[in-house]
């Protein structure tokens, strides 16, 4: 018998069903055929012989039953989330087709950097929305690192991020707002508010930011003339980990200005005090040089003026 990837593959694609997929993850989201029947509107007989046709493609047993209805075998657990990725880009085609078919100029699919998505689109889109109800905005979040090959990969329509330094071709970057870094605090430190010197921030617990971000090289210099600082080894990009890390510990970050935008409007992080003078590229737009959809048009129109306000 052939075990090959090849062969598997062309089995899936002449026997294999979507709807086959949908029921396995009912079943193993529900724990239960009979709760997976009902959920689907279909009896609970064609729930169990549609996981049994696919586990026979497959060649491998994928639930195992117990008193209380089923679960997932090891080989279950290593196969559902590619199934779940499956079901989750067919229903991002399904949305995509729906908005295309309605209107072109209804849908934007959006990437963000953290800084991008912080410093623009949290204080931005929600505003953009209640003008145009008629536009869908999907919107992920990705690292500036992957930003050539997410462009390369999906169908995105705008990027929100910094200016690279080689900007993709067919692409263009329209600049919207300043960056820098700065320090930040949790509301309520003790530094909070004062006009502060080097010697002010000796003795001080500071978040370490991750070795592979444009912060590190300035967080080092100023280690150098810290008086006896300490350390929260917790090195992350994810805003909402850095602000409970603050809070918590009351510790002392440097990061840019637009990863806490929407934090220091809120007042729940504090900006302190101290000039760092370290400015970092902007933040802006990256868009299709050409072909742009009028929804598209209209957001990057939106963006550019709400940031030179």
Aim: aromatic fraction near 6%; include cysteine; glycine fraction near 6%.
């Amino acid at each position: 018998m052939d075990f090959s990837a090849d062969r598997l593959l062309h089995r899936l694609l002449v026997k294999g069903r979507l709807r086959q997929l949908q029921l396995i993850l009912s079943v193993a989201d529900l724990g239960s055929t009979h709760h997976a029947a009902k959920a689907c509107a279909i009896s609970q007989p064609v729930v169990t012989k549609s996981i049994q046709e696919f586990e026979e493609l497959l060649g491998l047993v994928l639930f195992e039953r117990h008193a209380k209805g089923m679960r997932l075998t090891p080989d279950g657990k290593e196969i559902i989330s590619r199934v779940r990725n499956v079901m989750d880009a067919i229903t991002h085609l399904a949305q995509a087709a729906t908005a295309r078919k309605s209107t072109e100029s209804s849908f934007v699919r959006l990437a963000g950097v953290a800084a991008g998505i912080n410093g623009l689109l949290v204080s931005a889109l929600p505003s953009f929305s209640e003008i145009h109800p008629q536009i869908q905005t999907h919107v992920v979040e990705i690292e500036g690192g992957q930003i050539d090959e997410f462009l390369q990969n999906s169908d995105i329509d705008l990027v929100v991020c910094r200016e690279p330094s080689n900007v993709p071709a067919g692409w263009y970057f329209t600049p919207m707002m300043e960056d820098e870094h700065a320090l930040f605090a949790c509301a309520g430190h003790p530094l909070a508010g004062k006009r502060l010197k080097i010697p002010d921030l000796g003795n001080q617990k500071w978040l370490t930011p991750p070795s592979n971000v444009p912060a590190i090289d300035t967080f080092n210099h100023l280690m150098t003339l810290v008086k006896t600082p300490k350390y929260c080894q917790i090195a992350s990009r994810n805003p909402a980990l850095v602000r409970e890390a603050l809070k918590k510990t009351m510790a002392l970050a440097i990061t840019p200005e637009s990863l806490f935008k929407a934090d220091v409007e809120a007042g729940v992080i504090v900006k302190l005090n101290f000039k760092l003078n370290v400015a970092i590229s902007p933040i802006g737009v990256l868009s299709r040089d050409k072909a742009l959809s009028s929804a598209t048009k209209q957001l990057i129109d939106y963006l550019a003026a709400f940031s030179s306000h």
